[in-house]
């Protein structure tokens, strides 16, 4: 299944880390129709206190541990974590280090029927 196929098919949430990730990218690269092109209804999962807190353990964890992933990807990771929600990723090997967090590789998902 591609990755926006799982979008479409699944209840999907946003953190709001991700919204910054994806418009500083398309504005970056001059790609303002991507942003226009992406019309699913996200639940966008705000950046809480509960949310700092989580990334902020996660993150001096990894850091100790020589496992840093960048600290926009630890509030996405934290995320996921205090909202007990599953993080749908191409980039499995980057979190697959972080305890709990359950990852989905859109790849292993099944192909929707037409």
Do not use: W
Request: charge should be negative.
């Amino acid at each position: 299944m591609a990755f926006s196929e799982a979008l479409l098919h699944y209840n999907p949430h946003l953190s709001a880390i991700s919204i910054y990730e994806i418009e500083f990218g398309a504005f970056r690269a001059g790609r303002l129709s991507d942003i226009a092109a992406l019309q699913i209804d996200f639940i966008i999962l705000p950046f809480t206190e509960a949310v700092a807190r989580r990334a902020a353990m996660l993150d001096a964890d990894l850091i100790r541990q020589n496992l840093h992933i960048g600290i926009k990807d630890s509030f996405i990771a934290a995320t996921c974590l205090v909202h007990d929600l599953p993080l749908l990723s191409v980039n499995v090997r980057h979190f697959d280090r972080i305890e709990g967090l359950q990852l989905v590789d859109p790849k292993s998902l099944p192909r929707l029927e037409k």
